[in-house]
């Protein structure tokens, strides 16, 4: 009896052993997928702040939706587990690039109001028109809503897709060109079938299983091919799932959850069609707002059956042979918990983050091995190889995404609040002068700024306190030889899970040229400016000359025809001369304020014809209006003519003691500009014999008219209107 106990005693010793190690095995599992998950959902967040940053190196971009159509399609060839890349604005346009089931992308842009998608070649190229989905706008769908509620990057929940009905998430992020401005939201997609495909190669054993859950109770992926939606295409709660051990499982935790409302992790076994289960769940709470539960399920059968079958067998000899039993269960006790403890630390280091690409190999004798052990080294092998595989996945990503930024013309730095650059690509360590060495670790203070300018030394407080939000904008900068330059830069947050910031990521351009061009452009403008506002003054003083040369000769002449007409030329002169006068005087060398110079002219001609026994009153009302050099002579010379006339001829002989000129400027949403001179007279029919020859200033208003491309209309009613329409 001594002896059964002691192999009982050791049996029970060795399966306690190896419970303890399953439960550090399953422990280290669960840790591992969350941190795989957690990568694969950082891919889409990167993805929107990459094509951020490339649009705003050039907002041009926006105009051609068909270059960032393009650079969605190479994106969507390196990152291989995403669906959708797209790009919807407040106005309705929309882009993207989708993967299909069959591995194609396609990609597509709204057209009046409709998202058509286009079959595409390797180049980006569209080869011919594969669908139209009418009425899309971006706004409506959930990706879009879920960015702007909070104005910050964000998860959307469970949705559909419009081309295929497949079940997604999307990470969104929205795009501000400039402070407080909202734009439109960048977003990128993975489906749940996505997600179960990932987590089906992090399985452990074939029975093993990987449940992801909301809070609520709605499934979000399996590790198994089942339906996640129901025949109306509804999400299906964990509970309702057609695998009853997923079902069984997901109704136990939701249990557990509801009586221990505090508790991150559980711990549980379970029992399902006489099959012992134990489950492993943990609280996962990924980029940006994701509150999910991760179940780790594993069949305790398949690392204990053939231990019981073992420990059956290893009783009967014991009862049989007490002598050889004490030996054998030496032998077992050594044999079984050396290789459980290589086992157990090879485990240990490769639960570090920092171990993750190594290589790890159980020895051979452990894998070859034909019980329980062995089953659970080649479970545990058989998950580790398909966890590298993974990985292998997401280092060729990084590896192109690294080779892309590395190898674009511009200039990209990451900086920390207080001024430290911790990365600058090949190309910005060129164009400096640095070296790696030399920039990386400095603060932009000491290097590229290296300035006493309270504006520059300033320029990151100004923008790390934009809180949240992006800055664009040109600045100088110092190479390492000292040479002044300028860079066009736009610059975005990057931040840490808690939401606070963590680098500045900051992409520019050489705008040196360009700064120079527009300076010396700005010059040039500036001098032709000044020439011309010369030449108005020199043309204004000439025109002054002439009409100082009529007043000389007016005062020797006693023909009062002549003095008439020279005093008619005479205000035509000045009318013009005014023209130039009004350019020389305001910033404008091409237009002028009519409404401004139709009232100087009317003042001028009052000041010379009204009489002080009977003075008319001159109004001027309407629209301001601005109108050329050529247009605007010719319709001031048309109009001082009406005006003369006015004065002249409409209250001759009339016994009255108010006489008005009414003059009304408006202009039509058509362009038409309308004005009309209204007086309340004798009469154009009454002021003219009949039968008598037009005169001088007749023939000139109608040459006039012509030469605006008007027309005018003469209307008698309680004295006369003229109205004269034309274009602008």
Not at 158 to 176: D, E
Not at 655 to 684: A, F, M, P, S, W
């Given at each position: 009896?001594?002896f059964?106990?002691?192999?009982?005693?050791?049996s029970?010793?060795?399966?306690?052993?190896?419970?303890?190690?399953?439960?550090?095995?399953?422990?280290?599992?669960?840790?591992?997928?969350?941190l795989?998950?957690?990568s694969?959902l950082?891919?889409?967040?990167?993805i929107n702040?990459?094509?951020?940053?490339?649009i705003?190196?050039?907002?041009?971009?926006?105009?051609n939706?068909?270059?960032?159509?393009?650079?969605?399609y190479?994106?969507?060839?390196?990152?291989?587990?995403?669906n959708?890349?797209?790009f919807?604005?407040?106005?309705?346009?929309?882009?993207?690039a989708?993967?299909m089931?069959?591995g194609?992308?396609?990609?597509?842009?709204?057209?009046?109001?409709?998202?058509?998608?286009?079959?595409?070649?390797?180049r980006?190229?569209?080869?011919k028109?594969?669908?139209?989905?009418?009425?899309?706008?971006?706004?409506?769908?959930?990706w879009?809503?879920a960015?702007?509620?909070?104005?910050?990057?964000?998860?959307?929940?469970?949705?559909?897709?419009?081309?295929?009905?497949q079940?997604?998430?999307?990470?969104s992020?929205?795009?501000?060109?400039?402070?407080n401005?909202?734009?439109?939201?960048?977003?990128?997609s993975?489906t749940?079938?996505?997600?179960?495909?990932?987590?089906?190669?992090?399985?452990?054993?074939?029975?093993s299983?990987?449940?992801?859950?909301?809070?609520?109770?709605?499934?979000?992926a399996?590790?198994k091919k089942?339906?996640?939606?129901?025949s109306?295409n509804?999400s299906?709660?964990?509970a309702?799932?057609?695998?009853p051990?997923?079902?069984a499982?997901?109704?136990?935790?939701?249990?557990?959850?509801?009586?221990?409302?505090?508790?991150?992790?559980?711990?549980f076994?379970?029992k399902i069609?006489?099959?012992?289960?134990?489950?492993?769940?943990?609280?996962?709470?990924?980029?940006?707002?994701?509150?999910?539960?991760?179940?780790v399920?594993?069949?305790?059968s398949?690392y204990?059956s053939?231990?019981?079958?073992?420990s059956?067998?290893?009783?009967?000899?014991?009862?049989?042979?007490?002598?050889?039993?004490?030996?054998?269960?030496?032998?077992i006790?050594?044999?079984?918990?050396?290789?459980?403890i290589?086992?157990?630390?090879?485990?240990?280091?490769?639960?570090w983050?920092e171990?993750?690409?190594?290589?790890?190999?159980?020895?051979?004798?452990i894998?070859?091995?034909?019980?329980?052990?062995?089953?659970l080294a080649?479970?545990f092998?058989?998950?580790?190889?398909?966890?590298?595989?993974?990985?292998?996945d997401?280092?060729?990503?990084?590896?192109?995404?690294?080779?892309?930024?590395?190898?674009?013309n511009?200039i990209?730095?990451?900086?920390?609040?207080?001024?430290?650059?911790?990365?600058?690509n090949?190309?910005?360590?060129k164009?400096?002068g640095y070296?790696?060495e030399?920039?990386?670790?400095?603060?932009?203070?000491d290097?590229v700024?290296k300035?006493?300018?309270?504006?520059?030394?300033?320029i990151?407080?100004?923008?790390?306190?934009?809180?949240?939000?992006?800055?664009?904008?040109?600045n100088?900068n110092i190479?390492?030889?000292g040479?002044?330059?300028?860079?066009?830069?736009?610059?975005?947050?990057?931040f840490?899970?808690?939401?606070?910031?963590?680098?500045?990521?900051?992409?520019?351009?050489?705008?040196?040229?360009?700064?120079?061009?527009?300076t010396?452009?700005?010059?040039?403008?500036?001098?032709k400016?000044?020439?011309l506002?010369?030449?108005?003054h020199?043309v204004?003083?000439?025109?002054?000359i002439?009409?100082?040369l009529?007043?000389l000769?007016?005062a020797d002449l006693s023909?009062?025809?002549?003095?008439?007409?020279?005093?008619s030329?005479?205000s035509?002169?000045?009318?013009?001369a005014?023209?130039?006068?009004?350019?020389?005087?305001?910033d404008?060398?091409?237009?002028?304020?009519f409404?401004d110079?139709?009232?100087?002219?009317?003042?001028t001609i009052?000041?010379?014809?009204?009489?002080?026994?009977?003075?008319?009153?001159?109004?001027?009302?309407?629209?301001?209006?601005y109108?050329?050099?050529?247009?605007?002579t010719?319709?001031?010379?048309?109009?001082?003519?009406?005006?003369?006339?006015t004065?002249?001829?409409?209250f001759t002989?009339?016994?009255?003691t108010?006489c008005?000129?009414?003059i009304?400027?408006?202009?039509r949403?058509?362009g038409e500009?309308?004005?009309?001179?209204?007086?309340?007279g004798i009469g154009?029919?009454?002021?003219?014999?009949k039968?008598?020859?037009?005169?001088m200033g007749?023939?000139l208003?109608?040459?006039l008219?012509?030469?605006?491309g008007?027309?005018?209309?003469?209307?008698?009613?309680?004295?006369?209107?003229?109205?004269?329409?034309?274009?602008?």
């Amino acid at each position: 009896m001594i002896f059964i106990s002691f192999g009982l005693i050791t049996s029970n010793l060795n399966k306690a052993l190896i419970n303890k190690n399953i439960s550090t095995i399953h422990k280290e599992i669960t840790n591992k997928v969350l941190l795989k998950l957690d990568s694969y959902l950082d891919i889409p967040h990167t993805i929107n702040n990459l094509n951020d940053a490339f649009i705003r190196v050039s907002e041009d971009q926006l105009e051609n939706l068909d270059l960032l159509r393009k650079f969605f399609y190479k994106q969507m060839s390196i990152f291989k587990t995403v669906n959708i890349i797209a790009f919807g604005t407040e106005e309705g346009t929309y882009v993207e690039a989708q993967r299909m089931d069959d591995g194609r992308i396609r990609t597509g842009l709204v057209n009046k109001g409709n998202l058509e998608l286009y079959v595409t070649d390797l180049r980006g190229q569209k080869l011919k028109l594969e669908k139209t989905i009418i009425n899309y706008d971006p706004r409506l769908r959930p990706w879009y809503k879920a960015s702007i509620k909070n104005k910050l990057p964000a998860w959307s929940d469970i949705y559909l897709f419009l081309s295929n009905n497949q079940p997604a998430i999307s990470g969104s992020q929205p795009y501000f060109p400039i402070e407080n401005e909202f734009s439109g939201v960048f977003t990128t997609s993975v489906t749940l079938e996505g997600i179960s495909k990932f987590l089906a190669k992090l399985s452990m054993s074939n029975n093993s299983s990987v449940l992801v859950m909301e809070p609520s109770g709605i499934t979000i992926a399996t590790s198994k091919k089942i339906p996640l939606l129901d025949s109306l295409n509804h999400s299906i709660p964990a509970a309702n799932l057609k695998d009853p051990i997923f079902s069984a499982v997901s109704k136990r935790f939701l249990k557990k959850i509801a009586d221990d409302k505090k508790g991150m992790v559980f711990e549980f076994p379970l029992k399902i069609n006489n099959i012992k289960y134990l489950v492993r769940s943990t609280s996962y709470y990924g980029p940006h707002g994701l509150n999910w539960y991760v179940l780790v399920i594993i069949p305790e059968s398949d690392y204990m059956s053939d231990y019981q079958r073992a420990s059956m067998l290893g009783i009967v000899f014991l009862t049989l042979f007490l002598v050889i039993i004490v030996v054998t269960s030496y032998l077992i006790a050594g044999a079984t918990a050396k290789p459980i403890i290589k086992l157990s630390k090879l485990v240990s280091q490769i639960s570090w983050i920092e171990n993750a690409d190594k290589e790890w190999s159980i020895p051979p004798k452990i894998l070859e091995r034909k019980d329980e052990i062995g089953l659970l080294a080649k479970a545990f092998s058989e998950m580790e190889k398909r966890l590298n595989l993974t990985i292998a996945d997401l280092s060729v990503s990084q590896k192109e995404y690294k080779t892309l930024v590395e190898n674009i013309n511009s200039i990209i730095m990451r900086i920390t609040p207080d001024g430290t650059i911790t990365y600058c690509n090949p190309f910005g360590l060129k164009f400096y002068g640095y070296t790696k060495e030399e920039l990386i670790g400095s603060t932009v203070q000491d290097t590229v700024l290296k300035t006493n300018d309270p504006k520059d030394i300033g320029i990151l407080e100004k923008i790390f306190t934009k809180d949240k939000k992006y800055w664009n904008g040109i600045n100088r900068n110092i190479t390492s030889e000292g040479k002044e330059v300028w860079i066009l830069w736009a610059n975005t947050m990057l931040f840490n899970r808690d939401g606070t910031i963590n680098e500045l990521l900051s992409i520019g351009q050489d705008f040196t040229s360009r700064k120079a061009a527009e300076t010396k452009l700005n010059a040039s403008l500036e001098e032709k400016n000044i020439l011309l506002k010369e030449i108005h003054h020199r043309v204004k003083n000439n025109l002054q000359i002439i009409t100082s040369l009529i007043n000389l000769q007016l005062a020797d002449l006693s023909d009062g025809m002549v003095q008439e007409t020279l005093e008619s030329l005479q205000s035509r002169i000045q009318s013009m001369a005014l023209v130039h006068e009004m350019l020389y005087s305001t910033d404008s060398v091409s237009e002028i304020d009519f409404y401004d110079y139709l009232y100087q002219i009317v003042t001028t001609i009052s000041a010379t014809h009204n009489k002080i026994e009977n003075p008319i009153q001159v109004a001027v009302t309407g629209d301001i209006i601005y109108l050329n050099i050529n247009r605007a002579t010719t319709c001031g010379l048309l109009v001082n003519e009406l005006i003369i006339n006015t004065f002249k001829h409409a209250f001759t002989g009339l016994e009255q003691t108010e006489c008005k000129i009414d003059i009304l400027i408006k202009k039509r949403e058509t362009g038409e500009i309308i004005i009309k001179v209204k007086d309340n007279g004798i009469g154009i029919s009454t002021s003219k014999n009949k039968g008598s020859k037009p005169g001088m200033g007749t023939l000139l208003i109608e040459a006039l008219t012509d030469q605006l491309g008007g027309e005018i209309e003469i209307i008698e009613n309680k004295g006369t209107s003229f109205i004269l329409t034309f274009q602008s």
